[in-house]
């Protein structure tokens, strides 16, 4: 008779843990599906004086709330302001991207849906092709006012793959595309430029 009440307690306390868990679970679901809402949206105040400035600057073109405004919920900007810190390749740059007025970040972004022939090439032909495309690009983001959208990781750790816009290009990728300096990638096998 003990046995079977230990063994009865033993599955309770067993069934609780496992009821437990299936609840952290659930909690944790709902808790990242509530960060992912959260990070769509962006709460903005009344900027105090002399802030409006560094807030016009980071969101142009973004409304700033009225004086005595209350918070109210307006759709985030899903692009970012970046400078361009070196020019890697014909497709990865890096950059320091101004995430939050005054939150800035050094990362590698990589244009998205392109492929640019490597500077490490294997043949003479890719080594110029991808000279040119490293070229082209250096004078596409020197126009300045670069930004970043659609950021997602790479596939290889340490950068991240956007769509970049310039003041004088509004899709970067589809400029070097279109000048033949690179073409179209999904993130499967790459062609050879040899």
Same mark, same amino acid.
């Given at each position: 008779?003990?046995?079977?009440?230990?063994?009865?307690?033993?599955?309770?306390?067993?069934?609780?843990?496992?009821?437990?868990?299936?609840?952290?679970?659930? +909690?944790? =679901?709902?808790?990242? /599906?509530?960060?992912?809402?959260? *990070?769509?949206?962006? !709460?903005?105040?009344?900027? &105090? @004086? #002399?802030?409006?400035?560094?807030?016009?600057?980071?969101?142009?073109?973004?409304?700033?709330?009225?004086?005595?405004?209350?918070?109210?919920?307006?759709?985030?900007?899903?692009?970012?302001?970046?400078?361009?810190?070196?020019?890697?390749?014909?497709?990865?740059?890096?950059?320091?991207?101004?995430?939050?007025?005054?939150?800035?970040?050094?990362?590698?972004?990589?244009?998205?849906?392109?492929?640019?022939?490597?500077?490490? +090439?294997? =043949?003479?032909?890719? /080594?110029?092709?991808?000279?040119? *495309?490293?070229?082209? !690009?250096?004078?596409?983001? &020197? @126009? #300045?006012?670069?930004?970043?959208?659609?950021?997602?990781?790479?596939?290889?750790?340490?950068?991240?793959?956007?769509?970049?816009?310039?003041?004088?290009?509004?899709?970067?990728?589809?400029?070097?595309?279109?000048?033949?300096?690179?073409?179209?990638?999904?993130?499967?096998?790459?062609?050879?430029?040899?």
């Amino acid at each position: 008779m003990a046995l079977a009440h230990h063994l009865s307690s033993a599955s309770s306390a067993s069934f609780a843990t496992r009821r437990r868990g299936g609840l952290l679970a659930v +909690a944790a =679901c709902i808790f990242a /599906l509530g960060f992912r809402a959260g *990070a769509a949206m962006r !709460l903005v105040p009344r900027p &105090a @004086a #002399g802030i409006d400035a560094a807030l016009a600057a980071t969101y142009p073109g973004e409304p700033l709330p009225s004086a005595g405004a209350s918070l109210q919920w307006i759709e985030a900007k899903p692009a970012y302001p970046a400078e361009v810190v070196r020019i890697i390749d014909g497709d990865t740059f890096e950059a320091r991207v101004r995430v939050w007025p005054g939150l800035e970040v050094n990362t590698k972004v990589r244009l998205r849906n392109i492929d640019a022939p490597e500077l490490h +090439a294997r =043949c003479a032909d890719e /080594l110029a092709k991808a000279q040119a *495309a490293r070229a082209a !690009l250096t004078t596409m983001l &020197a @126009a #300045g006012g670069v930004t970043l959208s659609q950021i997602g990781l790479d596939k290889y750790g340490g950068r991240i793959d956007a769509l970049v816009a310039t003041r004088d290009t509004a899709d970067v990728s589809a400029a070097l595309l279109n000048g033949g300096w690179a073409r179209g990638y999904d993130g499967g096998r790459r062609a050879s430029w040899c």
